[in-house]
């Protein structure tokens, strides 16, 4: 994915569990709120309804304020909420469990905005199979959703990462990194994927809407203040779907704010429709609350623990994957039912199909 800069370093897992220790993240009813976000086709309405309004009007309705900031470094919007200096973030579910669950903030996910349905994705030089990776050196972000991506391509062909060696590149140097002689294999996301694509040797092998829905895009907040603060979840989703009313409009202001939003990430109007059509964007609150509440959301977050956990990204002196507990809609707690750290809920979803904000 775009925003999939680097997953946890030793820094960042040790503010957030010094944090967790002090306290200094702690909730109380209060009326000034804090979001943080980051560059990704998903993420870029709320930038969007910042600069138009929509933030303000849901603030207003609730009769408190929030201020949303953008980040250019997306782990680093993920420490600041982590360490108490943000009230919500986005970020995917992967990244949800391994930095502010692992690190000891209980984080609940307000919205889930979508899954990425082709964004991320396989690509080799000058072969057309994915069984032609076996072998290869394959560059990606280590420990990022790419590196999830590889492990479940090379899971669908009875193959693991023995087969292959990673390669950690930054997503900064990809696109060069393709281009030179030495490298045939990457895993990446857009733009960097439709980038790479560019070149006449570039073969898309696998992508992630062969693995649907198992990278989630979400927005999520701190579970004390939510608890503390019912409004502030609220607004999240007034905010939420007001803008996805405007951003899939059939008219001159949806292509406007297509095309801002394009610009805002580095692109165009097209270039942007163009990841949105590779983007399962949950537009209406009936079909977030759908997928929220299916049966396949447990085995997802099963995969994504288990991938962490074998990563060591669950926190040092894990035991094994059911370290953290993960909650479902229903109550259900996948792993410790003492130490859940990671909720999804889908009330503040269902409000809004109900039409009861």
């Known amino acids: 994915m775009q925003t999939l800069k680097k997953l946890l370093s030793i820094s960042a897992l040790s503010v957030s569990l010094a944090v967790a220790a002090t306290g200094i993240a702690h909730a109380e009813a209060k009326k000034e709120f804090k979001v943080a976000w980051s560059i990704y086709v998903g993420w870029m309405p709320w930038g969007y309804?910042?600069?138009?309004?929509?933030v303000k009007k849901w603030a207003d309705k609730y009769g408190i304020s929030i201020e949303v900031t953008q980040f250019n470094d997306y782990v680093e919007s993920m420490n600041q909420y982590t360490a108490g200096a943000f009230d919500a973030v986005t970020l995917t579910n992967m990244d949800g469990l391994s930095i502010p669950a692992a690190g000891g903030v209980d984080t609940t996910a307000v919205i889930v905005g979508d899954f990425s349905n082709g964004n991320d994705a396989v690509i080799l030089k000058d072969k057309d199979k994915l069984a032609d990776i076996k072998g290869q050196n394959v560059n990606l972000v280590e420990f990022s959703v790419s590196h999830y991506l590889l492990a479940r391509a090379l899971e669908s062909m009875g193959s693991t990462e023995r087969d292959v060696k990673v390669v950690n590149t930054s997503d900064a140097d990809m696109v060069a990194a393709y281009k030179t002689p030495d490298v045939t294999a990457v895993v990446t996301w857009n733009p960097l994927v439709s980038a790479i694509q560019?070149?006449?040797?570039?073969?898309?092998?696998?992508d992630s809407s062969q693995i649907p829905g198992e990278i989630i895009?979400?927005?999520?907040?701190?579970t004390e203040v939510l608890k503390d603060n019912p409004d502030f979840g609220k607004a999240l989703a007034g905010i939420w779907y007001d803008t996805m009313a405007v951003m899939t409009a059939d008219s001159d202001e949806g292509r406007a704010a297509r095309t801002a939003m394009g610009a805002a990430s580095g692109t165009d109007l097209a270039g942007f429709e163009?990841?949105?059509?590779?983007?399962?964007?949950?537009?209406?609150?009936?079909?977030?609350?759908?997928?929220?509440?299916?049966a396949d959301l447990p085995k997802t977050m099963d995969h994504v623990r288990n991938f962490l956990f074998e990563k060591g990204?669950?926190?040092?002196?894990?035991?094994?994957?059911?370290?953290?507990?993960?909650e479902m809609p229903d109550g259900s707690v996948l792993g410790d039912k003492d130490n859940v750290k990671l909720r999804f809920t889908s009330t503040y979803m269902e409000a809004v199909a109900k039409g009861t904000l």
């Open 313 to 326: 990204l669950l926190g040092s002196g894990a035991s094994s994957a059911d370290v953290i507990g993960i």
């Open 49 to 54: 309804a910042a600069d138009h309004g929509i």
């Open 217 to 222: 895009d979400l927005m999520v907040a701190n």
């Open 274 to 294: 163009a990841q949105m059509a590779a983007t399962k964007l949950f537009d209406k609150p009936a079909d977030a609350v759908g997928f929220t509440g299916s």
């Open 198 to 206: 560019e070149d006449k040797s570039a073969r898309k092998v696998f």
